[in-house]
């Protein structure tokens, strides 16, 4: 008899557990932003935006995670016309195309020419606006090297370990695909399999990474110029530094649009004005860790050695490329 | 009338009573049947693509297999070669302590959840291990060395099981036989134990060899990379990383191919007994051993007991730094009632998918008939999880919100992938009722709720208590289907482990492994008790 109330115990409280997790707060409107995990755990960016948001918007803002970008756009395609989303929130530049002709995502109308932003990013995009952007690169740290590789192809031919991310699940691993792939062209396929002899493990994410080359399992990690901005300023460290390669770095912006399905079209394109305003851009770039897409953000010096050399890659050719490099990819590094 | 219209008439209403009394087991097996049906014909139709046959050319796609093959080869080999001495020892050396305990650990280390046993090896052996200062410079855990690991963890203590139970089958009468004829250890071997020993032995390797082709946990956390993935890992990777749904076919019709032919192989070999309730050893004679044999057994029997429970162990003292405080916040109270909701419904569910069937299958009396039946509950062995999974979840997406209903599917998927299991555990139980009691049933002419309930039902508890604890903790440590079904912000034990270790928070993962244990071992202890 025990037993049978135990499941009846579990039964409802697992019932309870489904049903809570569905309960809408209140009666003001809700907008829901699909994103990326790290962008809305307790230490980015999406709790503070969150507040300033609701506090102008007369709203309740709720976020929808994925793991990731790329994990983030294929949610979106399951879930097609009955998707919740009224934003999408952390696609990059290179998957623009794809998500427009899916049809995911609708023309913002907003008017950009009073929003200062960067030149160098040459905005004008119908449907995205960018929130933030980074240029890839291998972070060291300057205790255990002392003479970082200058470039890609030092960095290959050297012994050096390293690990970086799967391309087909993080953005910073389909960055460095492209950027080898720009870089190397045809020769990509050797440029994978001389980087598979220095690699040490090849993560799902980002975070996982980073955290095992923070724990000095690796001398190099792919990551952002923008992450030893992090060390220096939230840590006080000046242990970690971004190397400069003298091919050109490849950026990565992330841009925010509004779903083609949302049932608050208004409220999502005020979200998306909310991005760009100066405070969100400074909110954003100190907590996100990247750099801010206005070239009016008053930042900590620590950012000033993030900016560099930039390699152009459109994302149309991405887009058209990506199946036939992540093969490239695929069978180079899996030997 | 007309004798054949007579007969005819007859069957046409014995079909009807088939229909109408066992309409629940009927609709269990056109369920199943068409949930597989449409799963296929959704991957065969999704945006009109075909499979990727280019594949063909792709070395990647080569090296897949080949990386499958090896690695649950390896893996069933070296479990049943390490299995061997260990079994002989408990089931010939008197003088071994706590046999029984080991017998009853290693019941629940084959059916741990893997993400418990993960943590626990990259605690102990991954880069900053507890074990790891003691290794080789160039020692890696992520590759094939901890898919091995992981994986002979998980078959080693199945294949003693089995074995020890075939040692013990020996008759004492063969081995005083062996004694008079003053047998060398060698001959002994190969005279008396070999025979019984030969006729298990590939089936138990063709089993593990199968549960390591189809893993999917242990190689998408231990893989490392592109250079170790299985086709299991890589359907997954092709529809949620890559989302190609045309690749994931052609993957899965291979994975099917593969692992149906295996399996059919498999079904040859013969049948082995392990769930039986662990003897403390035979009370009757047993030979003498020999010394270095003895040595050699209790070597192994210590060694076993290190393997199987350090990375257990490790994870005791690293639980107590966890951050209690972050795992409340990341809402572990409700992803524990959550977790155990599905792994309760699921192996509830699956008990009435079996009852069912069987019930049906008791009711038909060609023995094509009831071949059939088997095959349908015994099918889901021989599918892919993740190409069911993938198939339903596509199929319905268009009419059903995944976000909202993705629970419904654990719970069914969970259910269909233990029945399997459960309807192989029942099936001789509810045989041997029909046998004893199937007339004496049919002459009380009782309705069958009360039938069932006061005599079917009773017969049948031992063994559905134990299924139904064996069920639960399968469903409770599932990761395959939850890695379709669900999502970040709906997660369960086991993927909140795999995502607080994924993200280095070894000691809250730990934790939460631990937690999962408990689980499980409550779920077991069940079932030992009321075996």
């Known amino acids: 008899m025990k037993s049978r109330h135990f499941i009846h115990a579990l039964c409802v409280s697992g019932l309870l557990s489904l049903s809570t997790s569905q309960a809408i707060a209140n009666d003001l409107p809700e907008l829901t932003v699909y994103t990326y995990s790290s962008f809305t755990s307790s230490w980015g960016p999406g709790p503070v935006l969150k507040e300033a948001f609701e506090a102008v918007c007369d709203c309740k803002l709720t976020y929808v995670s994925s793991d990731d970008g790329v994990s983030l756009l294929n949610r979106l395609r399951l879930e097609g016309d009955r998707t919740r989303a009224d934003v999408v929130m952390g696609l990059d530049d290179m998957l623009m195309p794809q998500t427009k002709q899916l049809g995911l995502v609708q023309q913002h109308h907003l008017d950009l020419t009073n929003v200062p932003l960067k030149p160098a990013l040459n905005w004008n995009d119908s449907h995205f606006v960018p929130f933030d952007y980074g240029f890839f690169t291998f972070i060291y740290d300057r205790n255990r090297i002392e003479q970082p590789a200058t470039s890609m192809a030092e960095l290959l031919a050297s012994n050096a370990s390293v690990i970086y991310q799967d391309p087909r699940t993080s953005t910073p691993g389909q960055g460095l695909m492209h950027w080898i792939q720009l870089i190397y062209q045809n020769d990509a396929v050797n440029a994978w399999r001389q980087l598979s002899g220095n690699t040490v493990t090849v993560t799902k994410g980002w975070s996982e990474a980073y955290a095992m080359f923070l724990q000095g399992e690796a001398d190099y990690v792919l990551s952002y110029t923008t992450s030893p901005a992090y060390h220096q300023l939230v840590e006080e460290n000046d242990q970690y530094a971004a190397a400069t390669f003298s091919e050109g770095h490849l950026a990565q912006i992330e841009v925010a649009a509004v779903s083609a399905f949302s049932q608050q079209p208004d409220l999502a394109r005020e979200f998306l004005t909310f991005l760009l305003e100066v405070d969100t851009q400074s909110i954003i770039a100190q907590n996100n860790w990247m750099l801010p897409v206005r070239s009016d953000v008053e930042l900590p010096d620590a950012f000033n050695s993030a900016e560099r050399s930039a390699l152009s890659l459109s994302p149309d050719a991405a887009e058209e490329n990506r199946r036939e490099w992540l093969r490239v990819w695929r069978s180079a590094a899996g030997r | ?531």
């Not at chain 2, 047998?183 to 593990?208: C, D, K, M, N, T």
């Not at chain 2, 020999?290 to 005791?316: E, F, K, N, Q």
């Not at chain 2, 999974?389 to 992938?417: F, H, Q, T």
């Not at chain 2, 134990?466 to 993927?495: C, E, H, K, Y």
């Open chain 2, 1 to 531: 009338m007309p004798q054949a219209a007579k007969l005819n008439s007859q069957r046409y209403s014995q079909g009807l009573t088939l229909v109408s009394k066992q309409w629940l087991g009927l609709l269990s097996l056109g369920f199943i049947v068409t949930l597989s049906l449409l799963a296929f014909v959704s991957l065969a139709g999704w945006s009109g693509e075909s499979a990727a046959t280019y594949l063909w050319k792709d070395p990647w796609f080569w090296q897949v297999i080949r990386f499958s093959l090896w690695q649950a080869g390896l893996s069933a080999l070296l479990s049943v070669l390490l299995a061997l001495p260990i079994s002989r020892a408990l089931a010939l050396d008197p003088k071994l302590p706590a046999r029984r305990a080991f017998l009853r650990w290693c019941l629940l280390c084959f059916v741990m959840p893997s993400l418990i046993l993960i943590t626990g090896l990259v605690a102990l052996l991954g880069r900053s291990g507890v074990l790891t200062p003691w290794l080789s410079d160039g020692w890696r855990l992520y590759g094939l060395n901890g898919i091995l690991l992981a994986h002979i963890f998980l078959n080693l203590p199945f294949a003693i099981r089995v074995l020890t139970l075939q040692w013990q089958s020996i008759p004492s009468a063969a081995w005083k036989l062996s004694a008079q004829l003053g047998f060398s250890g060698w001959q002994r071997f190969y005279l008396v134990e070999w025979p019984v020993l030969r006729g298990v032995l590939p089936a138990v390797i063709g089993f593990i060899f199968l549960l390591c082709f189809n893993s999917f946990a242990v190689v998408l956390a231990l893989g490392g990379g592109p250079a170790a993935s299985t086709l299991e890992v890589a359907i997954f990777q092709s529809l949620k990383y890559d989302f190609n749904p045309s690749e994931a076919l052609f993957l899965a019709w291979t994975q099917l191919l593969l692992a149906g032919s295996i399996y059919v192989m498999l079904s040859r070999f013969g049948r082995f007994q392990w769930l039986a309730p662990a003897q403390s050893g035979q009370s009757d004679w047993i030979p003498q051993q020999s010394l270095s044999m003895t040595l050699l057994g209790r070597i192994g029997y210590v060694m076993a007991w290190l393997y199987l429970t350090l990375p257990i162990m490790v994870l005791l003292p690293l639980a107590k730094q966890a951050n209690w405080q972050l795992l409340l916040n990341t809402g572990l109270l409700s992803i524990l009632s959550r977790s155990l909701f599905l792994a309760v419904s699921a192996s509830l569910l699956s008990l009435v998918f079996a009852l069912s069937i069987l019930s049906v299958w008791a009711a038909l009396r060609h023995s094509r008939w009831h071949m059939w039946v088997s095959s349908i509950a015994l099918y889901p062995l021989v599918v892919p999880t993740m190409v069911l999974s993938v198939g339903l979840y596509i199929l319905m997406m268009p009419y059903l919100d995944w976000y909202r209903w993705g629970w419904v599917a654990i719970v069914l998927m969970n259910a269909v992938v233990v029945l399997p299991f459960v309807f192989k555990q029942l099936h001789p139980r509810v045989a041997s009722y029909q046998q004893q009691y199937g007339r004496l049933q049919a002459d009380l002419n009782q309705d069958r709720f009360t039938c069932w309930r006061h005599i079917y039902l009773p017969y049948l508890k031992p063994v559905l208590l134990q299924v139904m604890a064996m069920s639960f903790v399968l469903a409770l440590g599932d990761m395959s289907i939850f890695a379709i079904f669900g999502n970040d912000d709906w997660r369960t034990l086991p993927w909140l482990i795999y995502t607080l270790a994924g993200s280095y928070r070894l000691a809250e993962a730990a934790l939460v492994s631990l937690l999962l244990l408990v689980f499980a071992y409550l779920g077991l202890r069940w079932l030992e008790r009321s075996a």
